[in-house]
């Protein structure tokens, strides 16, 4: 039986209408959700968190007017800024009293796990850009994404962050001051990535087998390392450098491994992609413990960012499983 559509003038009936409206407004956000999750997960260096905000915007966009809005895309994204906006100033306190080094929550940046990944990809933003971002205000870190990142004009940041273009230019030239010549080494490793992947195997299976040989060779000599547990996990409370410090933590991680008896059967090495760099996963009895995000100096790694605070991996966690 043919479903009926028009009513005796022929016009659409309500609910007919309502599901068009329903699917256009969904088809117009879904095209769009791999841009506004990208915008707020920079702008809050959290996925959980900005899978939240984006959400959130779904939910005001669907319910909003929108007849007088020329660009969907733009409207979207100036929700999905103050939305980040709000959370991110009052998130701010509570950073200032976290419990050793903070680090952005990691994502899998694998072009098979889906368009959020895809998009982290494209604009290959690492946990040490991300980190370095924290130096920013609010309304310089949402100025600057939106200016270098999406490339939107002083006009449009201006009218997403309720200023003027004037401030907006100057949100975005004082963020460019703040990060200065940090902002190139910030950037996510370049190179050879398979070339890359290999090094970060190499440590893998040594760190697995203790082998103080081989992970000196693949520390470059001043190398670094930050560790966030969140006070929740033993991690590192201060930024390790050099070599010989780096590599004394990694064996004696072996050590207390070995001695507590811990079956290497249950430790799974994994190296993945993490926003835009080759990182080692590492999982016990199938849980995700920790990350380690790696920078590489040619053929060494020069630094590790390694997140072990278990509400920063269950969005990762999330991912290596689907």
């Given at each position: ?23 256009t ?64 100033k ?6 200032e ?173 994994d ?38 605070n ?10 290596l499983?689907?």
């Amino acid at each position: 039986m043919e479903t009926r559509v028009f009513d005796d003038r022929g016009r659409a009936e309500p609910d007919v209408v309502e599901r068009r409206v329903t699917m256009t407004t969904t088809d117009s956000f879904e095209r769009y959700r791999p841009k506004l999750f990208g915008v707020a997960y920079r702008m809050l260096g959290s996925a959980s968190e900005a899978e939240d905000a984006v959400q959130d915007a779904w939910l005001r966009y669907a319910t909003s007017e929108r007849s007088d809005v020329r660009s969907p895309e733009a409207f979207l994204t100036t929700i999905v800024t103050r939305l980040c906006l709000d959370r991110l100033k009052s998130a701010r306190a509570s950073r200032e009293e976290y419990v050793g080094p903070w680090l952005p929550e990691p994502i899998l940046t694998d072009d098979r796990q889906g368009p959020e990944s895809a998009a982290a990809v494209a604009e290959s933003v690492s946990l040490a850009f991300m980190v370095l971002l924290e130096t920013l205000s609010p309304e310089e870190r949402a100025a600057f994404l939106l200016r270098e990142v999406f490339e939107y004009d002083s006009r449009e940041i201006a009218g997403m962050l309720k200023t003027s273009p004037e401030n907006a230019r100057q949100l975005v030239h004082r963020a460019r001051a703040r990060l200065g010549d940090r902002r190139a080494h910030a950037r996510a490793s370049s190179g050879d990535r398979e070339r890359q992947r290999q090094v970060v195997q190499r440590f893998a299976t040594a760190l697995r087998d203790g082998d103080a040989d081989t992970l000196a060779s693949v520390l470059a000599e001043d190398v670094t390392l930050v560790s966030d547990g969140g006070g929740k996990v033993s991690a590192a409370r201060r930024p390790l450098v050099g070599r010989p410090e780096v590599l004394t933590l990694f064996l004696g991680i072996h050590r207390v491994a070995a001695a507590e008896g811990i079956d290497l059967n249950r430790i799974r090495l994994d190296v993945i992609d993490v926003n835009g760099e080759p990182a080692l996963a590492i999982a016990i009895d199938g849980r995700v413990d920790s990350i380690y995000s790696c920078e590489l100096d040619g053929g060494t790694i020069g630094a590790f960012r390694i997140v072990r605070n278990p509400d920063k991996l269950r969005y990762i966690a999330k991912q290596l499983a689907g």
